[in-house]
């Protein structure tokens, strides 16, 4: 069992960074692959970003490409989402989701793909 808790997140203007943070717990999370997705209100949620268990691969949507960066630090038991140049279109809820994938250098995509899931951080950009 893997529990998740995002950080970080908050009411920016445009333009502006925020780093997100979503720490894990137990003792495999360098095997986990990781990634992050988001809900805007009235939309349905959707894969900003995701990262292989060894950190090696990285997949990002096309909204957000070249302005969000998606790392892992194992010693920390930490996935962290950099987000820089913020729109007002990338406020929502952020939510990270893990699964077991040592076995694959495959960065997932779909939300089918994880098994864990956090409880999300809102972030709000003004415009």
């Known amino acids: 069992q893997v529990q998740l808790v995002e950080s970080g997140g908050g009411l920016v203007q445009a333009g502006d960074s925020l780093r997100l943070s979503c720490a894990a717990s137990g003792r495999t999370f360098s095997s986990y692959a990781m990634g992050w997705f988001r809900q805007a209100p009235g939309k349905e949620r959707e894969f900003v970003a995701g990262i292989s268990w060894s950190g090696g691969t990285t997949r990002y949507a096309d909204s957000v490409k070249g302005r969000f960066t998606i790392s892992k630090e194992n010693a920390k038991n930490t996935l962290y989402l950099q987000m820089n140049r913020l729109k007002a279109e990338d406020t929502a809820v952020y939510y990270c989701?893990?699964?077991?994938?040592?076995?694959?250098?495959?960065?997932?995509?779909?939300?089918?793909?994880?098994?864990?899931w956090g409880q999300g951080t809102q972030v709000t950009v003004s415009s």
């Open positions: 989701a893990a699964v077991s994938a040592a076995w694959t250098a495959v960065a997932f995509t779909g939300q089918r793909q994880y098994e864990y």
